[in-house]
């Protein structure tokens, strides 16, 4: 794989992020003509080979100034929708540690709404629980399509630090962790809204399509090439959370070691949504995982979408 990029800094912070996530893999970096250059041996004649591709140049999206209409917009929470709220809760409170923190029944439309995100404690009343809600900000979604089981984004208001944001801008680990400690509005990830529509929680099996290569409600029993693909948490230690997680008989997709990128993980959630399970630091393998998955190996990276 060769990766051309429009400038020598661009090109020495991807390859500083190619050689984390794939240790063992080997790069040829050129900083002259700014190209990142990924060497691969045949399995069968050992025959070095390379691929090219041409990136797309996307600096311009990180480098220029925000809408100066949408400076107090935050990312607020993501909708998917489940079988059984209660499972679900429990999952995600009991498991990832989220707190419901508000929900709203519309039984004249046969569903309701549930709002969990990783805080300490729910407000009181039913009007605090509302502004919390509508104030708690996600920092990170990739959504590209509309699945069946996907609902929406939604975005609301709120004054980030400019120290925080210029943080995350600069990916500075040290500015971006000392701003989380000291600004509580800003220790939020992604909320989620859960959406249970009545009578689901009766039907058998699985109901909602994932997108990740799912034959769930298809007509032809084919798997799906969906967009959505994952939430996301970070975690100090992503061995010893998933060693916490195998013990509650949490499903896991792709555990530390297991494929060819090492240190994270995907776990299941009750209706099969992917949940990717990353540090919240450097990237560490650990020699044998929670699955007894050895770190040497593996088949390499996967579209789960395939």
Known sequence: MMIKLATTATATA???????????????????????????????????????????????????DRPAETKDYIMQQTMIRVKDPVKSLDFYCNILGFKLIHYSEFPQWNFNVYFVAPVDSAKPTRHERWNHCMNTPGWRLFVLVDPPAFGHVGCNTFD???LFESSLL???????NNELKTNTHNTHTTGIELTWNYGT??????VYNTGNADTTGTADGNKIRGGFGHLGITVPNVYRACQRFHSLGVTFHK???????????????PDGYLIEVLPRGEMVVEDVDCLGVESHGGDGYKDNSK
């Open 201 to 206: 929680e009766k039907e058998e099996g699985m």
């Open 170 to 176: 600069t990916h500075n680990p040290t500015l971006i």
């Open 255 to 269: 555990s530390p070691n297991s494929g060819g990128m090492k240190g994270l993980a995907f776990i299941k959630d």
């Open 14 to 64: 991807t390859a500083l992020t190619l050689l984390q996530r794939h240790p063992r893999t080997i790069y040829a970096f050129n900083p002259r003509i700014t190209t990142i250059t990924r060497l691969s041996s045949s399995t069968t004649n050992n025959v070095s080979t390379s691929e090219s591709m041409t990136q797309p140049d996307v600096s311009s999206f990180m480098n220029s």
């Open 160 to 162: 980030a630090s400019p």
